[in-house]
């Protein structure tokens, strides 16, 4: 696994155990929702993280972008899908994502030579 990768994964598993050590209903039942929601349903799982990956994009999340690629990575998207991907979101989101776009070209590439 690489670096980027694993650094993230890491920090991420953490730093969610140490939330839901002090977590109300309302932020467990916030997770459960955000996990149900990408879910497959009448848009497939791939769709849906691309979708993700689109408005993390957009909003400027570089934690989010990180970990919808690694779930488009998971759910089977190709190094051309994910270009397209790129496309939408540095369309929709305006030249503000270019340093995002270039985090999320890198890390990418970090998935895919796995």
């Known amino acids: 696994m690489g670096k980027l990768i694993e ?9 969610n155990d140490r939330v839901m050590e002090t977590a109300n209903t309302n932020i467990k039942r916030f997770y459960a ?21 689109v408005a993390s994009m957009v909003l400027r ?10 779930k488009c990575k998971e759910a089977g998207v190709n190094s051309e899908e994910m270009n397209e991907t790129f496309m939408i ?8 994502v270019i340093p ?11 998935l895919i030579a796995e």
């Not at 650094?7 to 730093?15: A, G, I, V």
């Open 89 to 96: 979101a540095m369309l929709v989101g305006g030249s503000i």
């Open 33 to 53: 929702l955000d996990t149900t929601s990408y879910a497959e349903g009448a848009l497939n799982v791939k769709t849906k993280e691309l979708l993700g990956l």
């Open 7 to 15: 650094e993230f994964n890491s920090y991420r598993t953490r730093m």
């Open 100 to 110: 995002h776009y270039r985090r999320a070209v890198e890390y990418w590439d970090e």
């Open 61 to 70: 999340c570089d934690d989010c972008i990180k970990y919808h690629l690694g």
